[in-house]
């Protein structure tokens, strides 16, 4: 048996994850929802519950959202020192 679906509204996936900034630090937007986005990083976000300004530009557009860190977890473990992990997190709009 699947899961119950929590939200409460549908996200979209994006086709290509778009990049952005949370800060100085370097995002992607993975999908987003007319209530909060999920983003992939680095592991360089503010902690749960805290603020954080996100922006990036779509189709041309610069676009800047005040946000809440509602959930961050680990997307894909570094397999080297050379490399960085990947983290999802979950960001709801302010």
Do not use: M
């Amino acid at each position: 048996q699947l899961p119950k679906e929590r939200r409460k509204v549908s996200r979209v996936k994006l086709s290509r994850p778009l990049p952005g900034r949370v800060g100085e630090a370097r995002i992607f937007l993975v999908d987003a929802s007319v209530e909060g986005i999920r983003i992939a990083h680095q592991g360089s976000l503010p902690a749960v519950g805290q603020s954080c300004h996100v922006s990036f530009a779509w189709e041309g557009q610069s676009i800047e959202i005040d946000c809440q860190v509602i959930h961050n977890t680990l997307f894909r473990l570094a397999k080297s020192s050379a490399e960085k992990s990947v983290y999802h997190a979950g960001l709801r709009i302010a």
